[in-house]
């Protein structure tokens, strides 16, 4: 069982950036973060494996960094240029081979609002 404890959401103007980062209990292959805006589907928005091959989702790339540190178990997103479509529940997820069981933690609000 892998744990996912996540920080750094919260209310920015359109524009700003925030960071957010998700700890894992142990080591695990890829790690990345989704999102849910209300009434939507949950979206992928970045994923990325410990080796540091990266996936965005094209709404996000060039204003989103993915990051890990492998040693403390964490996964980073920098999010530059927010706008207010990018308002939503953002969920790390983990998983230990590109198509295995998905570990979830347990949510973070970002709300891109003036």
């Known amino acids: 069982q892998v744990q996912l404890v996540e920080s750094g959401g919260g209310l920015v103007q359109p524009g700003g950036s925030l960071r957010l980062s998700c700890v894992a209990s142990?080591?695990?292959?890829?790690m990345g973060w989704y999102r849910q805006a209300p009434g939507k589907q949950r979206e992928l928005v970045a994923l990325?494996?410990?080796?540091?091959?990266?996936n965005y989702a094209d709404s996000v790339k060039g204003r989103f960094t993915i990051s890990r540190d492998n040693a403390k178990n964490t996964v980073y997103l920098q999010m530059n240029g927010l706008k207010p479509e990018d308002t939503a529940v953002y969920f790390c997820?983990?998983?230990?081979?590109?198509?295995?069981?998905?570990?979830w933690g347990q949510g973070t609000q970002v709300t891109v609002s003036s």
């Open positions: 142990g080591s695990i292959n890829y």
């Open positions: 990325s494996n410990s080796s540091g091959v990266t």
């Open positions: 997820n983990a998983k230990f081979s590109r198509y295995g069981y998905d570990y």
